[in-house]
Nanobody
Framework: QVQLVESGGGLVQAGGSLRLSCAAS????????MGWLRQAPGKEREFVAAISWSGDTYYAGSVKGRFTISRDNAKNTVYLQMNSLKPEDTAVYYC?????????????????WGKGTLVTVSS
């Protein structure tokens, strides 16, 4: 069993930065691919970024070059560094885990989800 707890959300002005963290419980964290997905008001949840157990990274086109996903297996934590934030990045950001990176990239069928953290970007 893996529990995921996100933190680091908040209110930021356009052009600013935030770093989200997702702390995972469980001794098998390093075996999981991890991802960040987001859901804006009135929209469907969408893939943002993913990282495989070996450190390969993947990004949605809308965030590539602005967001960076990373993981620290010693701390059972995955991060999402968000720079040059835009109002359209406003959403609840969810951390997710699955043994297969392909599932993370599809955006559904996750083994585990966090409860989400709200990011609000003002113009």
């Amino acid at each position: 069993q893996v529990q995921l707890v996100e933190s680091g959300g908040g209110l930021v002005q356009a052009g600013g930065s935030l770093r989200l963290s997702c702390a995972a419980s469980g001794r098998t964290f390093s075996r999981y691919a991890m991802g960040w997905l987001r859901q804006a008001p009135g929209k469907e949840r969408e893939f943002v970024a993913a990282i495989s157990w070996s450190g390969d990274t993947y990004y949605a086109g809308s965030v590539k070059g602005r967001f960076t996903i990373s993981r620290d297996n010693a701390k059972n934590t995955v991060y999402l560094q968000m720079n040059s934030l835009k109002p359209e990045d406003t959403a609840v950001y969810y951390c997710a885990a699955h043994r297969e990176i392909a599932t993370i990239l599809r955006g559904n069928g996750m083994d585990y989800w966090g409860k989400g953290t709200l990011v609000t970007v003002s113009s």
